[in-house]
């Protein structure tokens, strides 16, 4: 029987992990913040996989928002972190305000909670922590400046500590993937988006269950040797 929380269970990623996680036997903690009805279908989903599937509200918008999560989760043996939020627009327009919100989002809040959660694999001997992070982590984007700062800094949490818990049977790793057929595509034109799938050596948008095979992948017994590396899923867009 074994316990994952994921971070931002209520976005495309989120729900395609959460579903593949739970085919696979998983009882799951579902973070989410503002799209309660997302978190209330999937759940819908999920029932006829038969586990324990827990609904945890946090907004990590805010500091200390990962303070209304750890409290709610009990046995745990995997964290998935795949919340997050973007921001569009040239540096020198960004507020600190946005700024603020972007790296709550994406690093203190789930970097905190990470640490709180922690104990609850060391006892265990054994753990996965996963981030899924950005292939503008990995190269940074024009107008994506905040954005990409703080993908890069899950980056180089993810791999300080990996290293930091290795010996104690905790593996920490990443997935980066490229543009993906999620909401947050929803703000470019269709226009925009052929033009980025031109770009993508594979010519398509990834696919949210792409990510979650990967996620799995990093989870199981397969993965046994990795940790401290980032997948990149990308269809070739950055190598």
Known sequence: MKYALITGASGGIGQAIACNLAEKGYHLYLHYNKNEQSIIDLMGKLLPYGGEYIPIHGD???????KKVYPEVFSLDAIIHCGGNSQYG????LQQAEAEELLNVHVLNPLLLTKELLPKLLVKGKGNIVVITSIWGQTGAACEVAYSTAKGAQIAFVKALSKELALSGIRVNAVAPGAIATPMMEGFSQEEVEQISYEIPMGRLGQPEEIARSVAFLLSDESSYMTGQVLALNGGWYT
């Open 90 to 93: 040239l540096f020198v327009d």
């Open 60 to 66: 990590f918008a805010v500091p200390n928002g990962y």
